[in-house]
């Protein structure tokens, strides 16, 4: 993770917080763990899901991007067992450098979260419509009453000004995936919105009887927010009028992007963590921030 870190997963585990966090070296992605007592100070405990060589999937880039955990927004995200194991869900690019080429998601399993089992792909952008062909993004897996929930964000297949989306597909079994015919159910906004380029990196949660679907825009002048979308249920959705996480003013460490949001709640406090991202590219400095809904004096 010497170049940068990215997309945070935070979880309580045996009575500690965890995040599972994506890690670049120049080479490709590969996916981190650290821990903390207090979601402020965090301990790297490396790297626990790393790129394979043998494999045609896996051998530039594997990043995980959520473990199912209990749902409710209310929650410290506590992690549960599915057949026994922890399942997580990542996606991986075919080539070297940063997000080169189409990338696929696919599930990995684990007793002890730091050894994984990476099974085949379960989604190929080709497989899927114009808006989702030019490749897979940060899958986000949620079980609810024995249906499994794959929210995923897309791109379309150009080179340069992509649009990216958020779908779902659907499984009973974990083997056979049913894109949603509704899909995109999270879409770019008109011009001028917030996310009139992206509407991306989905968190969904669940609020009582709603769906919360936390998720980043990107506007037509390249700032990108986190933001909200809220439904009755987890195939239709209505965007909530209102930025979560703004970028912050010129110089501090979210100036350029504040997006890529994970969520936990703690003693009835929201911590909602995301990459901040300061700067211009090819040199931009990108970390992991955290926000609360309590003040912190």
Not at 111 to 127: F, N
Request: one cysteine or more; a positive charge; proline letters at 5%.
């Amino acid at each position: 993770d010497g170049h940068s870190v990215d997309c945070p997963f935070v979880f309580m585990h045996d009575g500690r917080f965890h995040m599972a966090y994506t890690g670049f070296d120049g080479t490709g992605y590969q996916t981190g763990l650290a821990t903390s007592t207090d979601l402020v100070n965090w301990q790297r405990e490396g790297c626990i899901l790393a790129r394979d060589p043998s494999s045609p999937i896996t051998r530039y880039n594997v990043s995980m991007s959520w473990i199912v955990r209990e749902n409710d927004i209310h929650s410290a995200g506590k992690l549960k067992r599915i057949h026994g194991k922890y399942l997580g869900v990542y996606h991986a690019y075919p080539n070297a450098g940063y997000e080169e080429g189409a990338a696929v998601i696919g599930l990995c399993w684990s007793q002890d979260l730091r050894h994984w089992r990476v099974d085949a792909p379960i989604l190929h952008a080709e497989d899927g419509a114009a808006w989702e062909r030019g490749g897979l993004y940060k899958p986000c897996l949620v079980e609810d009453k024995g249906t499994f929930y794959l929210f995923y964000n897309a791109k379309t297949a150009v080179k340069r000004g992509w649009r990216e989306q958020t779908g779902l597909a659907t499984s009973k079994d974990l083997k056979t995936w049913t894109r949603h015919p509704a899909s995109p159910l999270i879409v770019n906004g008109g011009p001028g919105a917030w996310d009139e380029h992206f509407a991306s990196d989905p968190c969904v949660l669940r609020d009582g009887r709603r769906w919360l679907a936390f998720y980043f825009g990107l506007d037509a002048k390249g700032v990108a927010r986190d933001l909200l979308a809220v439904g009755h249920s987890p195939f239709k959705f209505e965007k909530a009028n209102r930025i979560l996480i703004d970028v912050g003013a010129p110089g501090s460490i979210d100036s350029t992007y504040a997006h890529k949001p994970s969520m936990i709640t703690v003693n009835g406090t929201l911590y909602h963590f995301y990459c901040a991202v300061s700067g211009k590219w090819p040199n931009q400095v990108r970390g992991i921030a955290v926000a609360r809904s309590k003040s912190w004096d």
